[in-house]
């Protein structure tokens, strides 16, 4: 498989993987909630050496939202790309900053005890754009 690129929003912070070595997960819990703004974050693990910063690295910051768990961001548009506990193998990636389509889809939900009680599954009305397009 060819190389996966990167990027935050602005496009200062860019990486490069191998692939994702792990299973795509869509994790609800709450520290991905509130870092991502989102409902729940898209992520896969990335063994170390699959991984390299290839541009940005002055502008990342990080934040350690539980003990020893590091979440890198960059500091200029706020794109959260992947998270870390130092003594793991592997990086967690925020899938949804890929450039590149990694041709996986999906595995699991996890966390969903920390769930936010308004997000359904059902089958919702879809749009191209902006609704009513
Ligand atoms: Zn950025
Ligand atoms: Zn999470």
Same mark, same amino acid.
């Given at each position: 498989?060819?190389?996966?690129?990167?990027?935050?929003?602005?496009?200062?912070?860019?990486?490069?993987?191998?692939?994702?070595?792990?299973?795509?997960?869509?994790?609800?819990?709450?520290?991905?909630?509130?870092?991502?703004?989102?409902?729940?974050?898209?992520? #896969?693990?990335?063994?170390? +050496? &699959?991984?390299?910063?290839?541009?940005?690295? @002055? *502008? %990342?910051?990080?934040?350690?939202?539980?003990?020893?768990?590091?979440?890198?961001?960059?500091?200029?548009?706020?794109?959260?790309?992947?998270?870390?506990?130092?003594?793991?193998?592997?990086?967690?990636?925020?899938?949804?900053?890929?450039?590149?389509?990694?041709?996986?889809?999906?595995? #699991?939900?996890?966390?969903? +005890? &920390?769930?936010?009680?308004?997000?359904?599954? @059902? *089958? %919702?009305?879809?749009?191209?754009?902006?609704?009513?397009?």
């Amino acid at each position: 498989m060819p190389a996966l690129n990167g990027s935050c929003l602005c496009n200062t912070v860019r990486y490069q993987i191998d692939g994702l070595d792990m299973p795509i997960s869509h994790c609800h819990c709450h520290t991905c909630r509130k870092a991502h703004a989102a409902a729940f974050a898209t992520t #896969a693990g990335v063994l170390r +050496e &699959h991984f390299r910063w290839l541009a940005g690295q @002055e *502008a %990342l910051g990080t934040f350690e939202s539980s003990p020893g768990k590091l979440r890198y961001f960059c500091t200029r548009c706020g794109s959260h790309l992947m998270a870390e506990r130092p003594a793991q193998p592997h990086v967690i990636l925020r899938v949804a900053t890929l450039d590149d389509d990694p041709q996986l889809t999906p595995a #699991a939900h996890i966390w969903t +005890e &920390h769930a936010v009680p308004w997000l359904s599954d @059902e *089958a %919702l009305p879809r749009w191209r754009q902006w609704q009513g397009d």
